[in-house]
């Protein structure tokens, strides 16, 4: 079973419009941290947020924002007023005591003017 | 300045050839990684290092050998290159002084395109 899936392939939305990316995680640890990455056209991956296992409040940052729930093992990431430079792949990562990062498959996201 | 570097960039290379690929950091970062990221964008680990020391190694393939000279260099080298092996390989460094649970954000390079023929 994979550990952190990302159900969405693609997303396409137009500009200004709100999107959430889902992430479902999978894990028997206590103590584990969440990450997502953006991977934009030009190939660099680049860190947006952690989250360790014990803090579930939600985290704002300009027009992103992320919502933790353990209760549904889920790291939801939702972009509001999308840009065209939101265009990129979404990687959710879990990280576990005895495991390094674990990747979901990552999320497309389309966002045309 | 560059936080993580990786050289070549991008690399075409026959079936059958020995490549290299370089990677360096000046982030002073105790721990290093290569993943693979292949062409369904699907990210994986390959190698850790801690240290200089190599922690895990996730089946693969021994015709890969990442080498560290230091702590701020881990390079990869690939035998005998297959088809298969195709992919964008990124190297990464982050603060963790343990491999796990990664803590702390990674920080990649901008990726090698290896393209076998």
């Known amino acids: 079973a994979q550990k952190v899936t990302q159900a969405q392939t693609e997303i396409s939305v137009v500009e200004k419009e709100d999107v959430t990316l889902d992430c479902v995680y999978e894990t028997r640890d206590t103590t584990y941290y969440l990450f997502w990455y953006k991977q934009p056209p030009s190939g660099e991956l680049v860190f947006l947020i952690r989250?360790?296992?014990?803090?579930?409040q939600n985290e704002i940052s300009g027009r992103y924002s992320w919502n933790f729930q353990k209760s549904t093992s889920s790291f939801n990431f939702t972009i509001t007023a999308s840009q065209v430079v939101d265009s990129a792949v979404y990687f959710c990562?879990?990280?576990?005591?005895?495991?390094?990062?674990?990747f979901g498959k990552g999320t497309m996201l389309l966002v045309s003017p | 300045d560059t936080a993580v570097s990786q050289t070549p960039k991008y690399l075409v290379t026959q079936m059958g050839n020995d490549k290299s690929i370089k990677c360096e950091q000046n982030l002073g970062h105790d721990t290093m990684y290569w993943y693979k990221q292949d062409s369904k964008k699907f990210l994986k680990i390959m190698f850790s290092?801690?240290?200089?020391?190599?922690?895990i190694n996730e089946t693969v393939p021994n015709r890969f050998s990442p080498k560290s000279p230091d702590k701020a260099h881990l390079n990869l080298h690939i035998n005998s290159l297959e088809l298969g092996d195709s992919a964008v390989y990124f190297c990464?460094?982050?603060?963790?002084?343990?491999?796990?649970?990664?803590?702390?954000?990674?920080?990649f390079g901008p990726g090698t395109r290896l393209t076998v023929l």
């Open positions: 989250r360790n296992s014990f803090d579930e």
């Open positions: 990464a460094s982050s603060q963790d002084t343990a491999v796990a649970p990664v803590y702390n954000e990674q920080f």
């Open positions: 990562a879990l990280s576990e005591a005895y495991s390094t990062l674990t």
């Open positions: 290092y801690n240290n200089k020391e190599l922690i």
